[in-house]
């Protein structure tokens, strides 16, 4: 079964897993409690990181904006250095199966707010 806290009232679930082989099973088994701990990691934690590449696509804007403001070789590098950050975003969203070009120019528009 499954126990859960929210607030003060506890809530309980019974789960039942049924498969061909007992290896889909266990790895069924695992991601459904990984699933239930993110869900009780953030009902208990007030704070929250962006995610989905939101942070690296922030530090490629910044560094972008500064290596505007130098010349030669560094600028180049810098220029790189934020580029190979969008990596991240692009699988994600290659991943889930969106165009990547169409999220990460709608993630430039938002981040340049």
């Known amino acids: 079964g499954i126990n859960a806290e929210y607030g003060k009232q506890w809530y309980q679930r019974r789960v039942r897993l049924r498969g061909g082989a007992e290896q889909f099973i266990d790895e069924t088994e695992r991601s459904l409690h990984d699933a239930i701990m993110i869900v009780r990691r953030a009902l208990k934690n007030d704070s929250v990181v ?14 972008r904006n500064y ?12 220029t790189a250095y934020a580029k190979a950050l969008e990596v991240i975003p692009r699988q994600l969203c290659e991943n889930a199966g969106f165009d990547a070009i169409t999220i990460l120019n709608k993630l430039r528009q938002r981040h340049a707010q």
Do not use: D
Request: charged letters at 25%; hydrophobic letters at 40%.
């Open 67 to 78: 290596a505007k403001t130098i010349h030669g070789k560094e600028q180049l590098l810098i």
């Open 50 to 63: 962006a995610g989905g590449g939101a942070i690296e696509m922030e530090l490629s804007k910044e560094l």
